[in-house]
């Protein structure tokens, strides 16, 4: 069977990607910052129609239209919506490869015929990506170089055999060249395909890259040329479907045991673990109700996420009954196999089962943890994490004892280099039994802190008669006394 590629190239993509998120009635163009200096990146036919092109200078543009209207560029946000073109396009056929950073190409090979052929496709695909406000050029052939070629200089279809006789007349760039190497040829009057075909190889080869006589043999077909198709994201779902609608709470469980313990076998076999997951119920009349679950950490035990489930499944209202359940993990991790103890396995399980349950109730990014941080200055000693983000730290950074509570600090009457014998803190009279120190830590004058920085700090770790045991320090250049802390 003769292999037929279609590309379809969008020449305008960024700029009307971004106008149908936000319509406007003014010329409009997308800025990048490039060669120090903001660029045009994208712009609507109404911008070029003042003379504006890509890659001149903002400055410059508006000096031509001083009514242009511009949104920076997202390039990332328009490789995105190519991938959302891409999945869409395989209405067509299903393999489907991107080209560049506007293009795509598009093997029909064998399935023109469910369109009413070649023509009609192509009109289809035009008349579909007009209604979505986006403008298209597509070519077709039997070559993705020479598909490529049609599309942006010569809309149309190259019957099967008619590569040179369709891409002669274009321009060298057509090959796909670089346009150092296009102008290093025009420049010894070799301006078209013809040209460039109609020299001796050995010639060719001898003077210029290797890449010349490639990309003229890929549009050709004397050289193959494979369209990489696109990555498919795996997805992980499962579900039932009930020849009688059920509406116990025992019965729904019982259907969804058997869903989490299928879904976590393939979520095994992938080496994968479920991060969040939905629980979707399909009611006879129609409506759906879901629950959602957000795990601590990626997780694949079908047994603990249905215990996780329960609560929420208690909550569904199933109405006149259920027929449908369908689960699935909307979001996962790699998760491979680690050899445990069981006492570690259920002393680490139970504490992300506890975050789990409790952060589906309040949000897990509002469970926090405290987290020690290689800082030598003490307000800077910790930090607040979500608890569902990070794991426990193994140890403190620091090799002296830190206090458990850390304060702001409170002063106390006392005087000397000593800790003094006796004080009051909050209250209460104390008298000190044992004290160790002094550690002296200065601020860190290399990133400047409002709380501290300046002046140095005398660290002493005391022991009371009262049974407390406290951190405190003094300042030697204003002297005084101060409790920043306390000891377990």
């Known amino acids: 069977m003769q292999r037929r590629i279609v590309s379809l190239w969008f020449p305008r993509l960024a700029a009307e990607r971004s106008l149908r998120a936000r319509p406007v009635d003014a010329p409009f163009a997308l800025s990048l910052f490039d060669r120090n200096s903001e660029r045009l990146y994208d712009l609507c036919p109404r911008a070029e129609g003042f003379g504006l092109s890509r890659g001149m200078t903002l400055v ?239 997780m694949r035990d079908g047994a603990r996420l249905l215990a996780l489930f329960e609560r929420g499944v208690s909550t569904v209202d199933a109405g006149y009954g259920i027929d449908m359940i369908r689960l699935e993990a909307i979001a996962v991790e790699p998760l491979g196999m680690r050899q445990l103890d069981r006492s570690e396995g259920l002393e680490k399980d139970g504490l992300d089962d506890l975050i789990t349950q409790l952060g589906n109730r309040v949000g897990l990014d509002n469970i926090l ?28 950074p620091h090799h002296r004892p830190r206090p458990i509570r850390l304060f702001a600090p409170e002063p106390i009457s006392g005087a000397g280099f000593e800790p003094p014998r006796r004080f009051r803190w909050r209250g209460r009279a104390l008298s000190v039994l044992e004290a160790e120190g002094p550690e002296r830590i200065t601020p860190a004058w290399w990133d400047p802190d409002d709380t501290w920085d300046k002046g140095l700090r005398d660290y002493w770790r005391i022991a009371t008669g009262e049974g407390l045991r406290l951190w405190l320090f003094h300042t030697p250049q204003q002297p005084g006394w101060f409790v920043q802390g306390e000891f377990g």
């Open 60 to 298: 410059h543009a508006r000096s031509f239209c001083p009514g242009l209207l511009t949104r920076p560029a997202d390039p990332a946000t328009d490789q995105r919506f190519l991938a959302v073109l891409a999945r869409w396009a395989t209405r067509y056929c299903p393999w489907i490869g991107l080209d560049g950073r506007n293009g795509l190409f598009l093997d029909i090979t064998g399935s023109a015929h469910l369109m009413g052929g070649e023509e009609p496709l192509l009109d289809d695909i035009r008349a579909r990506l007009a209604r979505a406000g986006l403008t298209a050029r597509l070519g077709l052939a039997d070559t993705p170089g020479t598909a490529w070629a049609l599309a942006r200089f010569s809309e149309g279809i190259a019957a099967p055999g008619e590569r040179l006789s369709r891409i002669g007349p274009l321009p060298l760039s057509a090959l796909r060249l670089a346009d150092q190497t296009c102008t290093s040829l025009e420049r010894l009057g070799i301006a078209t395909v013809s040209d460039l075909y109609n020299l001796p190889r050995a010639t060719v080869a001898r003077r210029y890259d290797r890449e010349v006589l490639t990309r003229l043999d890929q549009a050709l077909g004397t050289l193959p040329e494979q369209i990489s198709p696109l990555s498919e994201d795996r997805i992980f779902a499962v579900r039932i479907t009930l020849p009688d609608p059920i509406g116990l709470v025992d019965d729904v469980m019982a259907a969804a045991r058997r869903l989490t313990d299928h879904l976590c076998r393939r979520l095994d076999a992938a080496q994968k673990g479920a991060r969040a997951l939905k629980l979707t119920f399909r009611r006879v009349d129609q409506e759906n109700r879901s629950v959602e679950l957000k795990l601590a950490r990626p």
């Open 369 to 396: 943890r405290f987290q020690p941080v290689d800082s030598h200055i003490p307000e800077r000693s910790f930090k607040l994490v979500p608890a569902a983000h990070s794991r426990p730290a193994s140890g403190w």
